[in-house]
């Protein structure tokens, strides 16, 4: 079991910025891909952004590419995300997971390959 907790969301303005945080505990954290979705009020959760176990491949939605940055520190079992010039149809609850297959390759972005799931934490984005 993976165990994962977000932080760091919130209200922000149009063209502001928030760094997301998830921490992990349980299991070997940097054995896992990890991901960031976001699920908006009637819409389904959508793939944001991946990063491989090693941090050494990013994988990102076209909506926010070149605007968001993923990382992750292995040290302190936390993968961060950081979102900068932000719009109003960024607003969502952001979820970190946990991919289901320890040192997968690639980034998967379909949810169905991810067993563990934080709570979530909301973000809004004021016009």
């Known amino acids: 079991q993976v165990q994962l907790a977000e932080s760091g969301g919130g209200l922000v303005q149009a063209g502001g910025s928030l760094r997301l945080s998830c921490a992990a505990s349980?299991?070997?954290?940097?054995?896992?891909?990890m991901g960031w979705f976001r699920q908006a009020p009637g819409k389904e959760r959508e793939f944001v952004a991946g990063?491989?176990?090693?941090?050494?491949?990013?994988y990102y939605a076209i909506s926010v590419k070149g605007r968001f940055t993923i990382s992750r520190d292995n040290a302190k079992n936390t993968v961060y995300l950081q979102m900068n010039s932000l719009k109003p149809e960024d607003t969502a609850v952001y979820y970190c997971?946990?991919?289901?297959?320890?040192?997968?390759?690639?980034?998967?972005?379909?949810?169905?390959?991810?067993?563990?799931w934080g709570q979530g934490t909301q973000v809004t984005v004021s016009s």
């Open positions: 997971a946990a991919d289901r297959r320890i040192q997968r390759i690639v980034i998967v972005t379909n949810t169905e390959w991810y067993d563990y």
């Open positions: 349980g299991r070997t954290f940097s054995i896992y891909n």
């Open positions: 990063i491989t176990w090693s941090g050494g491949s990013t």
